[in-house]
């Protein structure tokens, strides 16, 4: 059984976003939390009934309308008609793990206790989410400025009966799907949809799940090295620790002792360790400087990520001990869409060195005796002449992908809210683009295994050959020709899920 989650505003990670998104771990709320919860609650409750100025979205319209005074009698009103008319996302929809991962991020927010929903609000967004009741949200239409305005706004819809949502695959109303999972809609209290709205939890989500996968990418990058440097006959000397601590930069570190730890105990190594070969190829010998390199910048996008993961990024915050609500930019999703452009940047690398293995894994001219295109019979067989077309493909992609969204701005709300972040941007982009990297690495992995078997009988390290393992688990070696757009997909699904890199573990002992 997997563990519940508790939340409090304080302590949420990656790996738990990981697991309650994907792995659907249920979620409870902390004491601790109902406790600051309802502190913050009442010092709303008094703004909105009894406090004469002004107060943001409690009182007051939003955006360009902040001067627009709201009697009273129609603070609840304005909170749903908020979440009305900030729900005009358009496109695709968010996959179901990227809501899932939001509804758990804005409900740990929620539990710091700065915006003043009410407990009973957030216990009934985290029962949608353990009873499987998963908002339909369009993934466009938010430009990350006072956070992730229309996602939010879909996903908070269905808590008070409307809008859409998803339980077992069935797209059903708000209302029906609550009823469905055995809920019943809630009325939202002054400020409510307000904080339900206003908060980066898509582009976190996002970060948060992409980093995991971008995490196992990088681990999975290593793993192909390894196995093209034997199947190309490589040296390891590039990849000596001596080496890397006259430049000690932490990634590539960790990139060259992964690779030499694959590489321990090949008997393809030392067969060629006194041939005529002074120096290999930059996609072989510089590895380390760019697998590491990718690693650095993950680093920062984790910083980034895990700090907005237990942030207050609420309009206005609730300060208790102050008696203060207070206006402020922390929804501003600038942070995010920096750490969401250099997560797409990093991951895309690893994906175009990969590439280059790959060509030099399938020419003649460059594999130093492995015949073309990884095929005994050339000519009746193509052998992986097009699976290297397709890595080309995707990583070509990827540099177009790669421009930033987050150096643009668009203002909006006339004038009022004049510069923003462009994160829902970033996030969608670096999706794709680790897709597209999966898939990549997943083919070089095909084409390493292919290749270091013409090599027999001499036999890889131990590590590459628990690589070389795993990929033949999936997809059999490619004699004639058959399509292996399957192959390619069960690989990078592989990757994406963690079990290859797992499955190499296991033999070898945790990789860096």
């Not at 909170?79 to 005009?88: D, G, I, P, W």
């Not at 929620?110 to 967004?125: D, I, N, P």
């Not at 620790?241 to 030392?270: D, T, Y």
């Not at 070089?444 to 990929?471: I, K, N």
Request: charged content about 20%; some cysteine.
């Amino acid at each position: 059984m997997i563990a519940t989650r508790s939340l409090n505003g304080e302590d949420l990670g990656v790996a738990d976003v990981w697991a309650v998104a994907v792995e659907r771990a249920p979620v409870a709320l902390d004491e601790r939390a109902r406790e600051h919860m309802r502190a913050a609650r009442a010092l709303v409750e008094r703004a909105a009934h009894g406090a004469s100025e002004h107060t943001y979205g409690v009182n007051t319209g939003f955006g360009r309308f902040v001067n627009r005074a709201i009697p009273e009698e129609l603070t609840e009103e304005l909170q749903v008609r908020l979440l009305r008319s900030h729900a005009c996302g358009v496109g695709e929809r968010y996959a179901d793990e990227i809501v899932r991962a939001a509804m758990l991020l804005r409900a740990n927010t929620l539990a710091k206790g700065y915006s003043g929903a009410r407990v009973e609000t957030v216990e009934l967004l985290l029962e949608c989410l353990n009873r499987g009741l998963v908002p339909a949200v369009p993934a466009r239409g938010s430009v990350g400025a006072s956070g992730d305005l229309a996602p939010l706004a879909h996903l908070a819809l269905p808590l008070i009966g409307e809008g859409e949502a998803w339980v077992d695959g069935e797209r059903l109303t708000g209302a029906e799907a609550l009823s469905r999972v055995g809920l019943a809609p809630t009325r939202l209290a002054a400020k409510e949809g307000l904080s339900l709205v206003n908060g980066t939890q898509f582009m976190a989500a996002v970060g948060a799940l992409g980093l995991v996968r971008a995490r196992r990418l990088a681990k999975t990058a290593d793993l192909a090295c390894a196995l093209s440097l034997e199947a190309l006959q490589g040296s390891r000397t590039s990849f000596l620790p001596q080496i890397q601590a006259l430049r000690p930069l932490r990634g590539q570190a960790a990139a060259a002792a992964n690779v030499l730890r694959l590489l321990e105990g090949s008997a393809i190594i030392e067969s060629h360790r006194w041939c005529d070969k002074v120096q290999d190829a930059y996609s072989l010998r510089c590895a380390p400087q760019v697998h590491g390199a990718a690693r650095d910048l993950l680093d920062y996008v984790d910083y980034t990520v895990s700090t907005e993961l237990n942030a207050a990024t609420d309009n206005p915050l609730v300060l208790v001990e102050e008696e203060l609500l207070v206006s402020n930019g922390n929804f501003h999703g600038q942070p995010l869409a920096f750490a969401l452009d250099a997560l797409a940047m990093a991951v895309s690398e690893l994906a175009s060195i990969s590439e280059r293995r790959v060509e030099r894994l399938v020419n003649p001219n460059l594999s130093d005796g492995l015949p073309a295109f990884l095929t005994a019979d050339g000519g009746l067989n193509s052998g992986f002449m097009i699976p290297q077309y397709v890595a080309a493909a995707l990583v070509s992609e990827n540099k177009v992908l790669c421009h930033p969204a987050s150096v643009d701005s668009i203002p909006t709300s006339a004038g009022q809210e004049d510069h923003v972040s462009m994160g829902n941007a970033a996030g969608l982009k670096a999706l794709q683009v680790l897709g597209n990297a999966e898939r990549a690495l997943a083919i070089e992995l095909l084409a390493g295994a292919q290749a270091v078997e013409f090599l027999a009988p001499l036999e890889p390290g131990a590590g590459v050959a628990a690589v070389r393992r795993f990929v033949r688990s999936l997809s059999p070696r490619l004699g004639d020709d058959r399509s292996l757009a399957a192959d390619i997909e069960a690989v990078a699904s592989a990757i994406r899920d963690g079990s290859a890199v797992a499955a190499v573990e296991a033999e070898v002992g945790e990789l860096e």
